[in-house]
């Protein structure tokens, strides 16, 4: 038993450092609602122990009728001045917090479309917009504003590591704004149920120094590198792949499903949530709803042998 | 007159006899006994309505509960491909809906009807058919929705069914629409259930009960009757929007065609968010009602408790906003909607501060219902403080739609619902069955249910807090989730434990105990009057009553009530009789009669819930058979069972009282039924009226050029022609009140043809603009007002045909015409409803410089 704790203890703190926590200290808006955090936790273990504690006391002690008065006032005081008191503090602090953590412009802006079931990524730049999908990568110590859209059913935004949450929803935009002070690999996720592969909507929100940022973003504006009758990209345009996706370079401008330009410069494949090697893409390809189940993209069970491995080395080659 | 009298100076009882006495119990036994063998289902009385409604509201209870664990056992292990993505959207969904609207809304029902009428000292609720009505709607409901998972078509859409995931064809199926047509059925059960208990607590009151002598309970009863009243018609509105969307394509949710996803959001918590202090408030009631007991003194601030309880209900219906702090609302919503959910936390504190000052100047007797009372309380104030971090802004960023509100949810359902709930039920146990409950298995199940839940559920604060977001039925190792999400499965075996030894507990067979002492907990509220073994006319006679707590206060009481020394000590015509007070003094009224066993109203309740039911499978031609099976069974209820014309106008109640034995107008229940029923039915027009100024707010384009607006002449006609139609039935109440029946049904019949021109133009202006609800929001809005007129109206066609024949067939006379004024009353809100519908229709467009 003794024994079972401290094999659960790492692990448990091991959690803490997790990439989706939102005391990760990761982003200032996060960091904000840490210290609200610290302070309403430790306010409501003091109050839970003291209302408890006040039960066990009335049940323990021996009665005495004469303090039907203190009685009465304890009522007013523990029950509606204290309350009222505390909760008004709360509230006028956390409008404090509120209004610090958003911004109407930011230093760079992010348009996020919510797909069923992926993310559509669009950096809005002097030289025109970018287009990706299923990765987020922000400059550090940098205000970034999220305009948030979503095509089908709603879904929402979060990065807890980040900062707080916002609903994309159908017919309207939403805004976000989330300053990350710590690079790393942050874990981003869609909070709101969207039915299906709900859980399965994910990706990385990566935080880079400054100019590793700029250079990522130059390198992502650029067209793919496509050798004329490349044999991959013959087998990606004969099985009409180019219908539902775009390869920037190339005949391939499906708006429908992910842009693939960058495809294999991404960490992750499916929405954040496999290794981007080339073992999982044969598999995303040939078994895609196992792999994720309901989604829009068809499985293409009959590729295989060297006509399936030429697809996924072309598709690999697209850094 | 009854006004008059003066109940503590009644003439003493006449004195004891033994033989009379035996032959009033004998008669009174055969008024009230129960039909024997199979036909005990046409039973209406509270005592088996409540004990069905609390034993199938446990049975759905127990399979939301085995969801829960199926789900607990999915998220045990990370990558579990135990269930299918698809099942398990099904399960949490399903686990979520069966638990609100299957569990925690009826059980308040099924509590209330099973101790309400013995509290109050009263035979039975003053519409013993209509809670017999409601249950079966309950039970067939429920059902059908719960079965659905068996066929892998259960509705996937979570259990508050945003759209447009929900409204969509294309991303939800046929369980989308089993949800809406099934709960909307079992939505209008709550509301008869409801109306039948607002009613009670007015109306039904022991003589002498004035309103600052009613018990604590039923405050709270009177309270969330009055909540559901007002919270779930907003939902049945949108039910009626997203279903119209769903099965005919009318533009409501869809912002291609000028609808807004929002708008169910609003609707949904506008119920949604009471719906939690529904649930809560009578399981407050419930402590409230027990802790006086085992302290052995009245509650301290009897009065704060009340004003307490009407202040959280007042409260809740201005805080639903608080779920959807993350849909990008401006910062001036979100600062008052996070300040209106602040300050719940206020009444919810006095409540608590009564209940411990309580047991502060009284010996608290430890007993297992006191257990799980302490229990709740330290389940329920975690949860309540997790709520005053959640109703902050900026935490709830954060924390909405993670595991934290999961977490949060359950501390405060389970702590202010779930335990109170079964401290009662440990507490009633001997009211209803004359036995006791065991001990040591009761403290078995205590221990193990209170440990398992918090074992559950507090590390799931602490997953949230690690970013896991609600409603994934997988995640993976790297997550970090896994050995938090191992904990919570296990405590949630180990809650199921628990809750195993209660039922075992419940359901032991104990017919060869013998029965326990009267009044085992020594309670000074009036159920505990009831006869060991019980008798089932509820009580021998109806006491005068001048104290919060009677058995303690009035000396001999249960001696008196016994002796049938009280009112309608007898049952000599061999009718069900209640008293009925009047709503503030409780001075008796008149003597009501009430129905029997029957088996119209589980005719009317399957021939309901089938139309309901193939509605959603679309074959509308046996769904319209079958509502007109349910119009029959009712009508025939209707007509062998209310406003009876009494053989005599007046009978002797005892003690010196005479009371009238018919009543109209607002003297009777009856009329009360219908303006409480009526006033929620307004509140679901006045959903439809939030639609459309909901719009109007948040889409700059919905109202139309004025070539594109109903036709005002049309309009104004239209509502020329309703008032018209108004006017006849109102004139139709006083010539038969003067005696000329012959015109009074000239009256009521010439007004359909009237009204259905008032319609009838209404639907010609909207169709000569050719206003397509497919097509735009606005144009949908404009038909469906239209619809929602168009079948009250309907609605009201049978009504008046009804009073037509009743007064031909002299069940409606110039003396005894009830019926009529409550068609009059019926037909009052139409016309506010039609003046309304005119206004949003013609007049409003105008006003925005519209129009022509």
Redesign the interface.
């Given at each position: 038993m003794r024994f079972s704790i401290y094999l659960t203890l790492p692990l448990f703190l091991a959690g803490c450092s997790g990439r989706h926590n939102w005391l990760a200290s990761a982003g200032a808006e996060a960091d904000r609602v840490e210290g609200l955090f610290w302070v309403l936790l430790i306010g409501a273990a003091v109050i839970w122990c003291l209302v408890i504690g006040a039960a066990v006391y009335a049940h323990r002690r021996q009665v005495d009728p004469s303090l039907e008065t203190q009685a009465r006032r304890f009522i007013i005081w523990g029950g509606a001045v204290f309350p009222s008191v505390l909760v008004g503090t709360l509230l006028v602090w956390g409008l404090v917090i509120l209004r610090d953590i958003t911004a109407d412009e930011g230093d760079l802006t992010v348009r996020v479309d919510g797909e069923r079931w992926w993310w559509r990524v669009i950096y809005e730049t002097s030289e025109g917009d970018v287009v990706t999908a299923n990765e987020i990568r922000l400059p550090v110590d940098r205000t970034a504003l999220f305009r948030l859209t979503a095509d089908d059913v709603i879904h929402s935004f979060w990065v807890p590591a980040l900062g707080g949450k916002m609903d994309m929803i159908p017919g309207r935009e939403t805004r976000l704004t989330l300053t990350p002070v710590k690079t790393g690999n942050w874990g981003g996720l869609c909070a709101e149920y969207c039915g299906g592969a709900h859980a399965l909507m994910r990706f990385d929100a990566i935080v880079m120094e400054q100019a590793d940022f700029e250079a990522w973003l130059a390198h992502e504006a650029e067209p793919a590198q496509v050798a004329a009758g490349d044999p991959g990209y013959t087998v990606f345009a004969e099985e009409g792949c180019g219908a539902c996706h775009t390869i920037r370079g190339t005949e391939a401008a499906g708006p429908v499903g992910p842009d693939l330009t960058h495809l294999a410069a991404r960490e992750k494949l499916g929405a954040g949530i496999y290794e981007m090697t080339p073992g999982n893409m044969a598999r995303w390809i040939t078994e895609t709803h196992e792999m994720k189940p309901d989604i829009d993209m068809p499985p293409y069970p009959d590729l295989s042998g060297a006509r399936l491995d030429r697809l996924v080395a072309f598709l690999m080659s697209l850094d | 007159m009854t006004d008059e009298i003066d109940l503590s100076r009644l003439p003493p009882p006449e004195p004891y006899d033994e033989a009379r006495d035996k032959a009033q119990r004998k008669r009174l036994l055969d008024v009230w006994r129960a039909p024997p063998g199979w036909k005990i289902i046409s039973a209406v009385n509270n005592d088996y309505i409540g004990k069905w409604y609390l034993l199938t509201s446990f049975a759905f209870f127990t399979f939301a509960g085995i969801l829960a664990l199926l789900i607990r056992v999915q998220l045990a292990v990370p990558n579990n491909e135990l269930f299918?993505?698809?099942l398990y959207?099904q399960l949490f969904t399903l686990h979520g809906t069966a638990m609100m609207f299957l569990f925690a809304v009826p059980i308040f029902e099924a509590v209330a009807i099973l101790v309400l009428p013995e509290i109050l000292g009263a035979r039975d609720l003053p519409f013993p058919r209509l809670s017999a009505f409601g249950f079966w709607c309950f039970i067939i409901g429920g059902v059908f929705v719960c079965g659905s998972i068996f066929f892998g078509v259960a509705p996937?859409?979570?259990w508050f069914m945003?759209t447009?995931?929900s409204s969509?064809p294309d991303?939800?199926g046929l369980g989308a629409d089993i949800w809406l047509l099934g709960l909307s059925f079992i939505e209008v059960s709550s509301i008869a259930a409801a109306v039948e208990l607002i009613v009670g607590v007015l109306k039904s009151r022991p003589p002498g009960m004035r309103l600052n002598l009613m018990p604590l309970y039923c405050w709270y009863v009177l309270v969330v009757a009055g909540m559901i009243l007002f919270a779930f018609p907003p939902l049945i509105a949108g039910d009626l929007l997203l279903e119209m969307e769903r099965a005919f394509g009318w533009a409501f949710f869809d912002?291609?065609r000028g609808?807004?996803?929002?708008l169910w959001q609003h609707l949904f918590w506008i119920f949604g968010h009471p719906e939690v202090y529904i649930i809560f408030l009578p399981s407050i009631a419930l402590i409230a009602t027990m802790l006086p007991t085992f302290a052995g003194r009245p509650m301290?601030?009897h009065s704060?408790i009340v004003l307490s309880a009407v202040g959280v209900a007042f409260l809740s219906f201005g805080l639903w906003v608080h779920h959807m702090f993350?849909?990008?609302l401006p910062?001036i919503s979100?600062?008052f909607f996070?300040?209106a959910s602040?300050?719940v936390?206020?009444p919810t504190?006095?409540?608590?501060?009564?209940?411990?000052?309580?047991?502060?100047?009284?010996?608290?007797r430890p007993s297992v219902p006191m257990l799980f009372a302490?229990g709740a309380?330290?389940i329920f104030?975690?949860g309540g403080?997790?709520g005053?971090?959640v109703a902050?802004?900026?935490?709830?960023?954060?924390a909405?739609?993670?595991y934290f509100v999961v977490a949060h949810l359950h501390y405060t359902l389970i702590g202010g619902m779930l335990f109170p709930l079964f401290a009662g039920i440990h507490y009633w146990y001997p009211f209803t069955t004359q036995r006791k409950m065991n001990d040591r298995a009761g403290t078995w199940s205590f221990w193990l249910m209170f440990g398992g839940f918090n074992l559950a559920f507090l590390p799931m604060h602490?997953t949230g807090?690690?970013?896991?977001?609600?409603?994934?039925?997988?995640?993976?190792l790297?997550?970090?989730?896994?050995?938090?999400n191992m904990v919570s499965t296990l405590g949630a075996f180990v809650f199921a434990a628990g809750f195993a030894v209660l039922a075992v507990n419940v359901l032991w067979p104990r017919g060869k105990q013998p029965p326990v002492a009267r009044n085992i907990w020594n309670a000074g509220t009036m159920e505990w009057s009831a006869e060991v073994p019980d008798k089932p006319w509820g009580i021998r006679s109806i006491p005068y009553i001048h104290t919060r707590y009677p058995l303690w206060e009035q000396e001999d009481l249960m001696g008196q009530v016994d002796r049938g020394e009280w009112f309608l000590p007898d049952a000599q015509e061999g009718k069900r009789e209640l008293i009925v007070t009047d709503i503030l003094d409780a001075r008796p009224l008149f003597v009501q009669r009430v129905g029997g066993p029957t088996f119209l109203t589980l005719g009317a309740a399957f021939c309901l819930g089938a139309a309901f039911i193939l509605a959603t499978f679309h074959l509308w031609t046996i769904t319209l058979i079958f509502g007109a099976g349910f119009a029959g069974f009712t009508l025939w209820w209707l007509w062998t069972g209310t406003s009876r014309i009494p053989e005599t106008p007046e009978k002797y109640a005892g003690r010196g009282l005479t009371l009238p034995t018919y009543a109209q107008g607002n003297r009777s229940p009856g009329w009360w039924a219908v303006f409480i029923t009526m006033t929620g039915d307004m509140t679901a027009f006045m959903g439809l009226v939030f639609s459309y100024f909901f719009y109007w707010t948040a889409l700059p384009g919905f109202l139309p050029s004025a070539d594109r607006l109903p036709g005002f002449g049309w309009l104004l006609a239209g509502l020329a022609l309703l008032f018209g139609s108004w006017a006849m039935t109102v004139a139709a109440r006083g010539t038969l009140g003067r005696g000329q029946r012959g015109l009074a049904m000239a009256l009521l019949v010439g007004a359909l043809p009237i009204g259905a021109l008032g319609i009838g133009a209404w639907i010609w202006a909207a169709w000569t603009q050719g206003l397509d609800p497919t097509a735009q929001s606005f144009d949908a809005m404009v038909w469906m007002l239209i619809l929602w007129m168009g079948l009250h109206l309907l609605l009201n066609w049978v009504m008046h045909l009804y009073v037509a024949a009743r007064v031909k067939f002299g069940h409606c006379t110039p003396e005894y015409r009830a019926d009529l004024m409550n068609l009059t009353l019926f037909t009052h809100f139409l016309a506010l409803t039609a003046v309304t519908t005119f206004a949003l229709l013609a007049v409003f467009p105008l006003l925005m410089g519209v129009g022509p």
């Amino acid at each position: 038993m003794r024994f079972s704790i401290y094999l659960t203890l790492p692990l448990f703190l091991a959690g803490c450092s997790g990439r989706h926590n939102w005391l990760a200290s990761a982003g200032a808006e996060a960091d904000r609602v840490e210290g609200l955090f610290w302070v309403l936790l430790i306010g409501a273990a003091v109050i839970w122990c003291l209302v408890i504690g006040a039960a066990v006391y009335a049940h323990r002690r021996q009665v005495d009728p004469s303090l039907e008065t203190q009685a009465r006032r304890f009522i007013i005081w523990g029950g509606a001045v204290f309350p009222s008191v505390l909760v008004g503090t709360l509230l006028v602090w956390g409008l404090v917090i509120l209004r610090d953590i958003t911004a109407d412009e930011g230093d760079l802006t992010v348009r996020v479309d919510g797909e069923r079931w992926w993310w559509r990524v669009i950096y809005e730049t002097s030289e025109g917009d970018v287009v990706t999908a299923n990765e987020i990568r922000l400059p550090v110590d940098r205000t970034a504003l999220f305009r948030l859209t979503a095509d089908d059913v709603i879904h929402s935004f979060w990065v807890p590591a980040l900062g707080g949450k916002m609903d994309m929803i159908p017919g309207r935009e939403t805004r976000l704004t989330l300053t990350p002070v710590k690079t790393g690999n942050w874990g981003g996720l869609c909070a709101e149920y969207c039915g299906g592969a709900h859980a399965l909507m994910r990706f990385d929100a990566i935080v880079m120094e400054q100019a590793d940022f700029e250079a990522w973003l130059a390198h992502e504006a650029e067209p793919a590198q496509v050798a004329a009758g490349d044999p991959g990209y013959t087998v990606f345009a004969e099985e009409g792949c180019g219908a539902c996706h775009t390869i920037r370079g190339t005949e391939a401008a499906g708006p429908v499903g992910p842009d693939l330009t960058h495809l294999a410069a991404r960490e992750k494949l499916g929405a954040g949530i496999y290794e981007m090697t080339p073992g999982n893409m044969a598999r995303w390809i040939t078994e895609t709803h196992e792999m994720k189940p309901d989604i829009d993209m068809p499985p293409y069970p009959d590729l295989s042998g060297a006509r399936l491995d030429r697809l996924v080395a072309f598709l690999m080659s697209l850094d | 007159m009854t006004d008059e009298i003066d109940l503590s100076r009644l003439p003493p009882p006449e004195p004891y006899d033994e033989a009379r006495d035996k032959a009033q119990r004998k008669r009174l036994l055969d008024v009230w006994r129960a039909p024997p063998g199979w036909k005990i289902i046409s039973a209406v009385n509270n005592d088996y309505i409540g004990k069905w409604y609390l034993l199938t509201s446990f049975a759905f209870f127990t399979f939301a509960g085995i969801l829960a664990l199926l789900i607990r056992v999915q998220l045990a292990v990370p990558n579990n491909e135990l269930f299918s993505q698809s099942l398990y959207n099904q399960l949490f969904t399903l686990h979520g809906t069966a638990m609100m609207f299957l569990f925690a809304v009826p059980i308040f029902e099924a509590v209330a009807i099973l101790v309400l009428p013995e509290i109050l000292g009263a035979r039975d609720l003053p519409f013993p058919r209509l809670s017999a009505f409601g249950f079966w709607c309950f039970i067939i409901g429920g059902v059908f929705v719960c079965g659905s998972i068996f066929f892998g078509v259960a509705p996937d859409g979570g259990w508050f069914m945003y759209t447009p995931l929900s409204s969509n064809p294309d991303y939800s199926g046929l369980g989308a629409d089993i949800w809406l047509l099934g709960l909307s059925f079992i939505e209008v059960s709550s509301i008869a259930a409801a109306v039948e208990l607002i009613v009670g607590v007015l109306k039904s009151r022991p003589p002498g009960m004035r309103l600052n002598l009613m018990p604590l309970y039923c405050w709270y009863v009177l309270v969330v009757a009055g909540m559901i009243l007002f919270a779930f018609p907003p939902l049945i509105a949108g039910d009626l929007l997203l279903e119209m969307e769903r099965a005919f394509g009318w533009a409501f949710f869809d912002p291609d065609r000028g609808g807004d996803p929002l708008l169910w959001q609003h609707l949904f918590w506008i119920f949604g968010h009471p719906e939690v202090y529904i649930i809560f408030l009578p399981s407050i009631a419930l402590i409230a009602t027990m802790l006086p007991t085992f302290a052995g003194r009245p509650m301290v601030g009897h009065s704060w408790i009340v004003l307490s309880a009407v202040g959280v209900a007042f409260l809740s219906f201005g805080l639903w906003v608080h779920h959807m702090f993350t849909t990008g609302l401006p910062e001036i919503s979100l600062s008052f909607f996070s300040a209106a959910s602040e300050a719940v936390a206020v009444p919810t504190g006095i409540q608590i501060f009564c209940f411990i000052a309580t047991m502060l100047v009284s010996k608290v007797r430890p007993s297992v219902p006191m257990l799980f009372a302490g229990g709740a309380l330290a389940i329920f104030v975690f949860g309540g403080l997790t709520g005053v971090m959640v109703a902050l802004v900026p935490f709830d960023w954060q924390a909405h739609d993670s595991y934290f509100v999961v977490a949060h949810l359950h501390y405060t359902l389970i702590g202010g619902m779930l335990f109170p709930l079964f401290a009662g039920i440990h507490y009633w146990y001997p009211f209803t069955t004359q036995r006791k409950m065991n001990d040591r298995a009761g403290t078995w199940s205590f221990w193990l249910m209170f440990g398992g839940f918090n074992l559950a559920f507090l590390p799931m604060h602490w997953t949230g807090v690690m970013g896991m977001p609600r409603r994934v039925w997988t995640y993976d190792l790297t997550d970090g989730w896994a050995v938090l999400n191992m904990v919570s499965t296990l405590g949630a075996f180990v809650f199921a434990a628990g809750f195993a030894v209660l039922a075992v507990n419940v359901l032991w067979p104990r017919g060869k105990q013998p029965p326990v002492a009267r009044n085992i907990w020594n309670a000074g509220t009036m159920e505990w009057s009831a006869e060991v073994p019980d008798k089932p006319w509820g009580i021998r006679s109806i006491p005068y009553i001048h104290t919060r707590y009677p058995l303690w206060e009035q000396e001999d009481l249960m001696g008196q009530v016994d002796r049938g020394e009280w009112f309608l000590p007898d049952a000599q015509e061999g009718k069900r009789e209640l008293i009925v007070t009047d709503i503030l003094d409780a001075r008796p009224l008149f003597v009501q009669r009430v129905g029997g066993p029957t088996f119209l109203t589980l005719g009317a309740a399957f021939c309901l819930g089938a139309a309901f039911i193939l509605a959603t499978f679309h074959l509308w031609t046996i769904t319209l058979i079958f509502g007109a099976g349910f119009a029959g069974f009712t009508l025939w209820w209707l007509w062998t069972g209310t406003s009876r014309i009494p053989e005599t106008p007046e009978k002797y109640a005892g003690r010196g009282l005479t009371l009238p034995t018919y009543a109209q107008g607002n003297r009777s229940p009856g009329w009360w039924a219908v303006f409480i029923t009526m006033t929620g039915d307004m509140t679901a027009f006045m959903g439809l009226v939030f639609s459309y100024f909901f719009y109007w707010t948040a889409l700059p384009g919905f109202l139309p050029s004025a070539d594109r607006l109903p036709g005002f002449g049309w309009l104004l006609a239209g509502l020329a022609l309703l008032f018209g139609s108004w006017a006849m039935t109102v004139a139709a109440r006083g010539t038969l009140g003067r005696g000329q029946r012959g015109l009074a049904m000239a009256l009521l019949v010439g007004a359909l043809p009237i009204g259905a021109l008032g319609i009838g133009a209404w639907i010609w202006a909207a169709w000569t603009q050719g206003l397509d609800p497919t097509a735009q929001s606005f144009d949908a809005m404009v038909w469906m007002l239209i619809l929602w007129m168009g079948l009250h109206l309907l609605l009201n066609w049978v009504m008046h045909l009804y009073v037509a024949a009743r007064v031909k067939f002299g069940h409606c006379t110039p003396e005894y015409r009830a019926d009529l004024m409550n068609l009059t009353l019926f037909t009052h809100f139409l016309a506010l409803t039609a003046v309304t519908t005119f206004a949003l229709l013609a007049v409003f467009p105008l006003l925005m410089g519209v129009g022509p």
